[in-house]
Nanobody
Framework: QVRLVESGGDSVQAGESLKLACEYS????????VGWFRQAPGKEREGVAS????????YYADSVKGRFTISRGNAKNVVYLQMDNVAPEDTAMYYC????????????????????WGQGTQVTVSS
């Protein structure tokens, strides 16, 4: 069982920055694919970014490339999502999720394989 807790959501103005954190419990000495997903009101949940905690490629949705950065923290068991130059369309509930295999970190950011989810943190961007 992997537990994930998101934090850092807030209400900000367009153009500002925000940093979300995903703290996850460690299951033995495993590495995980950790992804950030978001769901706006009335819309389906979509993948935002993913990274493998053991190192390797990171993936981003086209809508956030160049503005968002996913990174592994220096402290153990935390993954960040740095959100720069946010826009109203970034308003959503943001979730982090974990999959037990590197293969779940993929370019299309599908939810397949992400079996563990946090409760979410709300990001609201006003114009």
């Amino acid at each position: 069982q992997v537990r994930l807790v998101e934090s850092g959501g807030d209400s900000v103005q367009a153009g500002e920055s925000l940093k979300l954190a995903c703290e996850y419990s460690e299951y033995g000495l495993m590495n995980y694919c950790v992804g950030w997903f978001r769901q706006a009101p009335g819309k389906e949940r979509e993948g935002v970014a993913s990274t493998y905690t053991g190192g390797g490629s990171t993936y981003y949705a086209d809508s956030v490339k160049g503005r968002f950065t996913i990174s592994r923290g220096n402290a153990k068991n935390v993954v960040y999502l740095q959100m720069d130059n946010v826009a109203p369309e970034d308003t959503a509930m943001y979730y982090c999720a974990a999959g037990l295999r590197m293969m779940y970190c993929r370019e299309d950011l599908r939810e397949d394989g992400f079996h563990y989810w946090g409760q979410g943190t709300q990001v609201t961007v006003s114009s």
